[in-house]
């Protein structure tokens, strides 16, 4: 019989815990599993083929990493919902890499983890009838209105909504080195600074577009959830400023935002206005049609940092950098230089004020301490 590489190290790490190995890698993960629209239908079925959970979106389901004695699990998570393409996504599992330390200092641990604890997908109408979630809207007044800053990489994983943390993000990420970003943001959007919320979208190296999208989603629907976005007003504006790894995070929160406000019965009409500064795989972005004609992107072409690659450019989307600028200084200089400098949103303003995507409130703006 021919063994695999690994079985020794597998016998021994089971003689070693007392044939625990086995049961504790037979525990189960929870996987949020939500789709724009929302209320799909979700079934999802192990590698035999049985059937091991259906629900609709947004949602939540308990699955088993194991298989048996150091088999590992996999799964295919079916979206359907009439009007839109039924869609099909795979969802591994794969070795834990702290198994055998936390086993061996006498924790307990499962040999095996999935490889992601979020999905979150878009889902193609059949039809060209679909109701966008963001067409615009008439806001005959302010209320209800908010701006959403969310950064890239930077101060570990945190989302912590305690005002020391959102101080620093706020001091030393957005006005690190331009101190007046987030002020000529809200003074050119007519909103009140007390009213901003900033979110930490930094999520771990080598992540994908699809992983930090999804993540936001749920963050968008805790939000409005917890109360800290008011959704529950006749009409809703967000603006949510972006940039680098925080643009596909930002976009997830718009949509989750969106959908839990239909979910709580808010009778909303959710108007989202999209800035994205320095793009962080554009390629891996899903945004829908609404969103698109709401967004302004700006990106210097010389943007092309290996840590944060790769960059560019969203197709469809408004781009204010139409004449592929080059920053000063290459990489991650040009990457910052977004938020760093003022000719970004500059060029931001000037392409609205032609074209007039966004919706801006007729609050007058306060700045805050």
Sequence with gaps: MKFSSRFPFFLAILLLSGGCASMVGRSSHPVAIGSTPLGAKVIVTNKKGSEVYQGTTPTVVNLRSGAGLFAKESYQVKLSKDGFEEKI???????????????????????????????????????????????????????????????????????????????????????????????EVNQYFNENENENHFVNGSFWKGSMAKDREAAGYFKGMKMVKSGEIQASKKNNLITIVMHSQGNAYGVGIADGIIDQAKIQGANANVLVNLVFLSVHQPGGLKINEGMKRHGIQFTYLNDNAKIVSPMGKMPEVEDANFENQNWKEQGLKAHSATVDDTIAFEAIKKINDEKKIFTISNKVSAKVN
Excluded at 122 to 146: I, R
Excluded at 169 to 181: A, E, M, T
Aim: hydrophobic residues 35%; aromatic residues 12%.
């Design 89 to 183: 996504v795979p969802l591994e599992c794969k070795l834990n890499e702290w198994f055998a330390g936390t086993i061996l200092a006498g924790g307990t641990s499962t040999v095996f983890k999935l490889k992601t604890g979020v999905i979150h997908e878009h889902l193609s109408a059949t039809t060209s009838t679909e109701s966008m979630n963001t067409n615009p809207v008439s806001l005959p007044d302010s209320s209800g209105n908010d701006v959403i800053f969310v950064n890239g990489f930077r101060f570990g994983f945190s989302r912590s909504r305690a005002p020391r943390f959102q101080k620093k993000l706020r001091d030393k990420y957005w006005n690190n080195v331009n101190h007046g970003f987030t002020h």
